[in-house]
């Protein structure tokens, strides 16, 4: 396999999100040619005190155009919906989601998608894992130091699953549509 020359110092921009009707995480990553990640930024669109939920969703398109702006990552990760007890609060984690994925989308950016326990067991080695730990894993598999908030740690790790993963396919030349699971 031939490689580019200086190709391993070039970064890839990676934006995860942890979409959520009240609270949507944002994390971006850099990883190298190499697979070395480094922190670019973290945060969540606090959205819960918005007048009506619609407001809420155009909070999170507009909060992650102007994230998408500042800080012009090339790819993007996202967690899928998981089903909850209340099928109320799944529409509306659906339609969070949605408006982040629209946000990206509107910006010319590729959205790929992540199972909760895939994140899970590609930060924590277990698809069991709790926030606690995924918490704790993104601080040091990124060098941040003090407490990382629950939202902002889960859309970080979706960015390095996404890096992970990205990573395993090239090694393997396959697309991601063909990569399957035991599930």
Not at 1 to 27: F, K, W, Y
Not at 152 to 178: F, Y
Request: glycine residues 12%; contains cysteine; proline residues 4%.
């Amino acid at each position: 396999m031939s490689r580019v020359p200086g190709s391993e110092s070039r970064a890839t921009r990676i934006l995860g999100i942890d979409p959520g009707s009240q609270r949507t995480g944002v994390g971006i990553i850099d990883v190298d040619g190499q697979g070395r990640l480094s922190h670019v930024f973290h945060g969540a669109l606090a959205v819960a005190g918005e007048a009506t939920f619609p407001l809420r969703l155009k909070c999170i398109f507009d909060g992650l155009c102007d994230i998408i702006a500042a800080h012009q990552p090339a790819e993007c990760a996202i967690e899928r919906v998981f089903m909850a007890r209340n099928p109320d609060s799944a529409l509306k984690l659906g339609q969070a989601r949605g408006a982040a994925i629209c946000a990206v989308v509107s910006q010319g950016i590729a959205v790929h998608e992540y199972a909760a326990t895939e994140v899970k067991q590609s930060v924590v080695g277990s698809g069991r894992g709790d926030k606690t730990q995924v918490q704790h894993m993104i601080g040091i598999l990124l060098g941040l130091k003090g407490p990382l908030q629950a939202d902002a740690a889960d859309a970080l790790a979706v960015a390095v699953t996404h890096a992970h993963t990205r990573a395993s396919l090239a090694r393997v030349g396959i697309p991601r549509t063909a990569w399957r699971r035991g599930r």
